[in-house]
């Protein structure tokens, strides 16, 4: 088992910054591929960027050159930093870790962008 936790949610203004973090515990290793969903009211929960081990990572089209993933494999933690938020990335977003057929979620965290 794998448990995810999230935190660095928060409310921002148009055009902030905001870092999301994610600390896994339990079986985690770095064969974990790792990443962040967000799911918005009412709509289906979309990949926001994940990372594998090795460092290869995929970025939505949606957040490509403001949003970046990061991973600390000691740490077990992944981080997304991310800049110039728009009203459109208001959602909860959320931590994932997969492999193979085993996949774990976090409790997610509310970014809210605002004025």
Do not use: H
């Not at 921002?12 to 918005?40: F, K, N, T």
């Not at 909860?92 to 965290?109: I, L, M």
């Amino acid at each position: 088992q794998v448990q995810l936790v999230e935190s660095g949610g928060g409310l921002v203004q148009p055009g902030g910054s905001l870092r999301l973090s994610c600390v896994a515990s339990g079986s985690i290793d770095s064969s974990y591929i790792m990443g962040w969903y967000r799911q918005a009211p009412g709509k289906q929960r979309n990949l926001v960027a994940l990372i594998r081990s090795g460092g290869m990572r995929t970025v939505d089209d949606s957040v490509k050159g403001r949003f970046a993933i990061s991973r600390d494999y000691a740490k077990n933690t992944i981080w997304l930093q991310m800049n110039s938020l728009k009203p459109e990335d208001t959602a909860v977003y959320y931590c994932n870790a997969q492999k193979r057929d085993e996949a774990y979620w976090g409790q997610g965290t509310q970014v809210t962008v605002s004025s």
